[in-house]
């Protein structure tokens, strides 16, 4: 199985701030990644696919890069909603893992 | 607008076996492309893949778990049914089913269920 490693597990930030977080792949999987966002008690919710695009309705203060083994997610200027749990998954071989989440907290 | 809501059991027992209905509206599974799968989240844990099933009856499910799951559909109803053998304390957890955008992406979710595995 490919193992999906993010980094940091937790970012301490203030509204404003640029948040960088990495995703890393055991093996080349191309670009077939996305990212979510989980907000506590809620479903995850899909941001970016295809490692760069972004999902209908996510603000452009979110954006993806990378290929092969390492991604990286980007929130340009951190706004107060998104304090949350970010989430890498692979999408081109099972099982579909995901990362083990970047928590993105007030500092 | 396409939702998912999952339903069952929120208590079961060591040993025994979880049944959770995915019942959806918006899309067809009878549709080229489309898929729902099933994913989980143990408290304060990361999500974990479960299982996938394809328009065309085509079902994918993670090698750690594959002996203890069964994911079936009813396209007459709209549901996904995922069956989970051999419950343990250790599969408490939210579950949660999704459709599958293009390329194994999950663009809409359910609300989760959480089933907790206690005696």
């Known amino acids: 199985d490919i193992l999906m490693t993010q980094s940091p597990s937790s970012v301490s930030a203030s509204v404003g701030d640029r948040v960088t977080i990495t995703c890393r792949a055991s093996q080349d999987i191309g670009g077939w990644l996305a990212w979510y966002q989980q907000i506590p008690g809620k479903a995850p919710k899909l941001l970016i696919h295809?490692?760069?695009t972004l999902q209908g309705g996510v603000p452009s203060r979110f954006s993806g890069s990378g290929s092969g083994t390492d991604f990286t997610l980007t929130i340009s200027s951190l706004q107060p909603e998104d304090f949350a749990t970010y989430y890498c998954?692979?999408?081109?071989?099972?099982?579909?893992?995901f990362g083990g989440g970047t928590k993105v907290e007030v500092k | 607008q396409i939702t998912l809501k999952e339903s069952g059991p929120t208590l079961v027992k060591p040993t025994q076996t979880l049944t959770l209905t995915c019942t959806f509206s918006g899309f067809s599974l009878t549709t080229n492309g489309v898929g729902v799968a099933w994913i989980r989240q143990s408290p304060g844990e990361a999500l974990e893949w479960l299982a996938i099933?394809?328009?065309?009856?085509?079902?994918r499910y993670n090698p750690s778990l594959k002996s203890r799951l069964t994911v079936t559909k009813d396209t007459s109803k709209n549901q996904v049914v995922l069956t989970v053998t051999n419950m343990d304390p250790v599969d408490t957890a939210t579950y949660y089913c999704a459709h599958r955008q293009d390329w194994n992406y999950f663009d809409y979710w359910g609300q989760g269920t959480l089933v907790t595995a206690s005696s």
């Open positions: 099933i394809f328009w065309d009856d085509d079902t």
């Open positions: 295809g490692a760069s």
């Open positions: 998954q692979l999408a081109n071989n099972l099982p579909f893992t």
